[in-house]
């Protein structure tokens, strides 16, 4: 019997898969869950037992939340990636994780096949299948949704009459978590104009006294916040999140263009990585030369769209990763932000590289580097070549 392993997370769409793949196929279908942060114990557990009846040969949780940041995330934090200034690619990126740990499996189990439940209308079907073909050349795949361009209603038909208890009832909104944002789609996201009203989103509003926070930064990575130390960033990002969660700060709607050519609006709420991104730009405008800051937001601009495009295995994300790792060598210090209802302020930060010292003189005020002469000079010959072209230009005028 052929195998096949099955990118499962336990909806309508995947169930379909399972059974469909052993039942009409006649694969021995081993199914696997990839964690990047958006499920508890207890629903991996109800997961794997759904799969289990459904009759998976096998099941196999992947904790991939720490590889997630290790491999991605980080550098999205370096770069400052919000694609078209708005969104930090909250479930584009831990769709390379996923797929890039599906792979892995299906070599572990040497699988025939792999499967996913992608349909044929969005950016994920391009994700997954580009990174298998690439990191498991060969292998079939199989997208039962997209080649049968089945309908919701057809799925469950389908499993009702295979004697499957269906009560996938049909959400108002979709939700898709991570460690690093939300993603809620729904009505108001299918048209171009309509914003999610407050009970579509998935953390509501607690707290509404403004709040104190401190951020502190080790070579561009979150490490600490307030009095709280962490081994490891996603350890403070869960903890940032539990704090600017309730506030209900990082909402937004991201318009974008898709992989396949078309406009698309989808709703997300990112309280921490909203937070640590602003956070950490403030930090680098301080402890950065103006070219490093320059340099960064081309190149990091390339990075999370190349990313969001299923691209990650292109080794020129190799060469922009490690440029955005070394100049993170004195993204070093404290930031304070305070945290409202709906929205947050930086305020200040606090750093050994600060580039803002006093001891060179206090912009706006005085200064102890250049004497006024020194910037007479300067001017002067800063200009020198515009002055030339000008007097050039009005010289041919006469």
């Known amino acids: ?113 792999v499967a996913h439940g992608s349909t044929g209308a969005g950016n994920d079907q391009v994700r997954f299948d580009m990174i298998f073909h690439i990191m498991i050349p060969g292998v079939e795949i199989i997208t039962p949704i997209r080649d049968l361009k089945l309908s919701r209603e057809e ?3 389908y499993l009702q009459k295979k004697g499957v208890q269906v009560n996938f009832e049909k959400a108002m909104y979709s939700i898709n978590k991570g460690i690093w944002g939300t993603s809620v789609g729904g009505k108001e996201t299918l048209t171009s104009n309509g914003m999610l009203p407050e009970q579509a989103w998935p953390t509501q509003l607690t707290k509404n006294e403004p709040e ?53 609006r989808v709703g997300f709420e990112a309280a921490a990585p909203m937070v640590i991104l602003k956070a950490h730009h403030a930090l680098e405008k301080h402890v950065l030369t103006k070219w490093q800051l320059s340099w960064k937001d081309q190149l990091a601009q390339f990075y999370g769209n190349w990313m969001h495009e299923g691209q990650i295995l292109d080794p020129v994300m190799r060469d922009i990763e490690a440029f955005l790792q070394h100049s993170q060598e004195n993204v ?20 050994s590289y600060d580039l ?42 006469k």
């Open 155 to 157: 799925e469950i038909a």
């Open 212 to 264: 104190q926070v401190e951020l502190t930064f080790e070579k561009g990575e979150l490490l600490g916040v307030n009095d709280k130390k962490f081994t490891h960033p996603t350890e403070a990002i869960i903890y940032l999140q539990s704090i600017a969660g309730a506030f209900a700060i990082g909402r937004d709607i991201h318009v974008g263009d898709t992989i396949i050519g078309i406009k698309g």
């Open 1 to 113: 019997m052929k195998k096949v392993v099955l990118g499962f997370s336990g909806g309508l769409d995947t169930s379909y898969c399972v059974k469909y793949l052993s039942e009409e196929k006649g694969y021995e279908v081993h199914s696997v869950i990839v964690n990047t942060g958006g499920f508890t114990a207890e629903e991996l557990q109800e997961i794997e037992k759904r799969a289990y009846s459904l009759g998976v040969k096998s099941h196999k949780t992947v904790d991939a939340v720490r590889s997630y940041y290790d491999k991605v995330i980080r550098y999205l934090v370096f770069g400052n990636v919000l694609k078209n200034n708005t969104y930090p690619l909250s479930v584009s990126a831990e769709r390379m994780s996923q797929a890039l740990a599906i792979a892995e499996y299906v070599k572990e189990v040497g699988a025939d096949a």
């Open 356 to 397: 803002m010292s006093s001891k060179f003189g206090k912009y706006g005020e005085m200064n102890s580097g250049w004497s006024g002469e020194d910037v007479r000079g300067f001017s002067k010959i800063f200009g020198n070549q515009t002055m030339i072209w000008h007097q050039v230009n009005e010289d041919n005028k």
């Open 332 to 351: 070093s210090g404290k930031v304070s932000v305070t945290l409202m209802p709906y929205r947050f302020q930086v305020t200040g930060i606090t750093s």
